[in-house]
Nanobody, 127 residues
C-alpha cells in the first residue's frame, strides 16, 4: 500500500502561481508513473498532467498546456505540479495518483487506471 500526501494548495488571485507536491511513502516510488487530476464541485474528475517514472515523458490537458509543469524528484519520492497564470476555472480539488504498470499516454489520462491516490488539496483562484 502506497500512501500519498499532497500539499501546496491554497487561495490565489488570478494570474498567480502555486506549486503542488505529492510525496509517497513507498521507497520504490521511482518505478511509478504519476499524474495530477482535479475535480471541481459538481463535475467529474479530469486529467491535468502526467509524468513517466523516468520523468522524461509528460502529458498535459489542453486547458493547462503552457501554464502548468509536472515534474518529479525520485530521490525525494515526490511529484510536483507547478501552476502559473492561474485562472478562476482552475479552481478545484487536486489529486495526485500513481500507477506501477505501464500505461499508454492515452491511458495516463484515465483516472481509473491509477493504483493509489492522495487525499487531495484544494486550489481556489479568485478573479
Amino acid at each position: 500500500q502506497v500512501q500519498l500526501v499532497e500539499s501546496g494548495g491554497g487561495v490565489v488571485q488570478a494570474g498567480g502561481s502555486l506549486r503542488l507536491s505529492c510525496t509517497a511513502s513507498d521507497r520504490t516510488f521511482s518505478i511509478y508513473a504519476g499524474g495530477w487530476f482535479r475535480q471541481a464541485p459538481g463535475k467529474e474528475r479530469e486529467f491535468v498532467a502526467s509524468v513517466s517514472w523516468t520523468g522524461y515523458t509528460t502529458e498535459y490537458a489542453d486547458s493547462v498546456k503552457g501554464r502548468f509543469t509536472i515534474s518529479r524528484d525520485n530521490a525525494k519520492n515526490t511529484v510536483y505540479l507547478q501552476m502559473n497564470s492561474l485562472k478562476p476555472e482552475d479552481t478545484a480539488d487536486y489529486y495526485c495518483g500513481v500507477v506501477r504498470r505501464y500505461l499508454t499516454s492515452q491511458e495516463m489520462g484515465v483516472w481509473t487506471k491509477y493504483d493509489y491516490w492522495g487525499q487531495g488539496t484544494q486550489v481556489t483562484v479568485s478573479s
